[in-house]
């Protein structure tokens, strides 16, 4: 379940650090989306900013190290979409150039040719392929056109053959079992799975191969043609989940080579290996039962690096980092004695360590692992989380950070000293009135630490009192660390005039494997008390008004709000639930996934001698309707397959019928985000309506 988007005035230059060069050679007709021009009044941090970041991605270091290709995209509330440009600037963050100037977006962009071209995914009449233009911007062409398109692309090191992921079909339709029938519009199901997180499963990627010759690629060959099976995986799975051998002649593809039931049982997916000359596939993983995902080669070829977690049904399982000796098929888990999930991976240029990325103690630093005595040193650490990893030589790696106050921007680390390369968004930050974010350890009840982020408002006075918010997460088990959200951000509640309460309860990553797994089979149990613990030892300060705390929270973060709402003891004056579980024993049989509801449920509600489910199920939300007494906001989408929009729409019915001041809001066209920038901003305008219609009174009067 894991799951962490202003109206345009005018067209504006994107500010960059450094000098700002621009082809502005339009290379397809349409309304380009450009920075939207955005006044701040009063340092005031306000939801319509959102929409007015630049939202920076993917950075590329050219093979010389010499320079960085990376892509910026803005939001239009006009066309309610985004579009991504691609820039690209020297290693030391001078010469910003933009290269593109399109109102569709250039995805998923790489160096090839030396540097001396850029290949990236870009729509054609139908759907997205494959073009490649000079260094310089300049003599863009499609070179592609597969007929299902293409979802991700990588090229082997020779450059002489391409990865391509596309889509295959997927099942027999109604059409294909009644041909008379051509217009039925009827679903035909005999096995689990035939929905995941947003779709109806029609289809699925599989990866394919062809030739590249500088010009053109060649006719797609499906290497798993035939095979009832994604690679990449779904929902998430990308270019990442695919590694080429330095000498170009093998590739390493992630596949969970299973279907229906036995697919919605199971994580086990395994790294297999296709020789090009022999057309013959192994499977380098088997027996490790767990996901096995993000392999990279050595930039020696000697080992093979990747991600792999132990148990077979636990997706939120310790992500060990392995290498495997090429030679000898001999395997090593570098992280036997650390004891912290890890969430990215990338070789050093010099083939001896790994740099990775995992949450830790509540931020997200970079480390590195000797591959020979398992060694492990911090990289660049600090109240921030780290979030990419482009080696440019022995000693310096291109990044991204953010943190709560800022969105991501592109950074150099180098001997461990950190660098800014890009500022897209300092003239909008700067503007904003500062906020406070403090770090504090509070006991629990079961006599350990919980580290829990307050944020402050701006202009904060310890002499007034404060409404406050406690944010639950999401996931279960997902960081509440320096993130920054374009919809959950904290930086935006604070600067309404609240005091954000974030804990790290329990079943979160980055406090040791115990803390992490403590959740599963015990929903409604002491991550409920490690909740009420934050909201009453910061209610002690003076300056918090504990008469108007509310409580906000999606996915499993709005399964705790409905629980919080039966259990809270007059603690919350109102509640926010986006996407949560209400009804544990309707979710088991509405989800798609099971190995999630049977991991972390416990098993089957029928299952009466299992102890662990029946404790969940007995601690189900809806159990507890009967001493709701608090006005509650729900918020669903109806295209959300993991959590269906039942779910709140029974919350909100039981809330009604109960007599309680409730609302919902639908979204017909979003699933368990809500990403369209329109519907994000209703979405912001109702969060606020909501709370302080009840955490701030006095202002009404």
Known sequence: MNITKIKTMATATIMLAGAVACNTAKETSGEIIERPEFKVENGQFVPELLEAFGRVSDPQVSPDGKQILYGVQFESLKENRGNRELWVMNIDGSNHTRLTHTPESEQSAVWIDGGKKIAFLAKSDKNMQIFVMDADGKNRKQVSNVENGIDGFSFSPDEKNVLIISQVKWGETAQDQYPDLDKTTGRIIDDLMYKHWDEWVEQIPHPFLATFDGEKVGEPIDIMEGEPYEAP????????????TPDSKKLVYVSRKKSGMEYSLSTNSDLYEYNLETKETRNLTEGMMGYDTNPKFSPD???LAWLSMEHDGYESDKNRIFIMNVKSGEKTDLTANWDYHTDAIAWNKNSKSIYFIAPYMGDTPIFSIDINTQAIDTVANGQYDYAALAPADDNTLITMRHSMCEPNEIYAVANKEVKQLTTINKELLDQLAPITIQRRW???????????????????DETKKYPAILYCQGGPQSAVSQFWSYRWN???MASQGYVVIAPNRRGLPGFGTEWNAQISGDYGGQNMKDYFTAVDEV?????IDADHIGAVGASYGGFSVYWLAGNHNKRFAAFIAHAGIFNTEAQYLETEEMWFANWDLGGAFWEKENK??????ANSPHKFVEKWDTPILITVGDLDYRIL??????????AKLRGIDTKMLIFPDENHWILKPQNALLWQREF??????????????
């Open 442 to 460: 509070l006991p629990t009840t079961d006599g350990k630490k919980m580290l829990t982020w307050v944020i402050l408002p701006p202009n904060f």
């Open 301 to 303: 070829g000697e080992y």
């Open 688 to 701: 606020f309506k909501w709370f302080d219609k009840y955490l701030k009174p006095a202002e009404e009067k």
């Open 612 to 617: 662990i489910a029946q404790r969940t199920y």
């Open 233 to 244: 995986m779904k929902p998430f799975g990308g270019a990442e989940s695919f590694a080429w």
């Open 539 to 543: 209610k002690k300060e003076p300056w």
């Open 645 to 654: 929009s039942s779910q709140g729409m029974m919350a909100f019915n039981a």
């Open 490 to 492: 904290l930086r935006l």
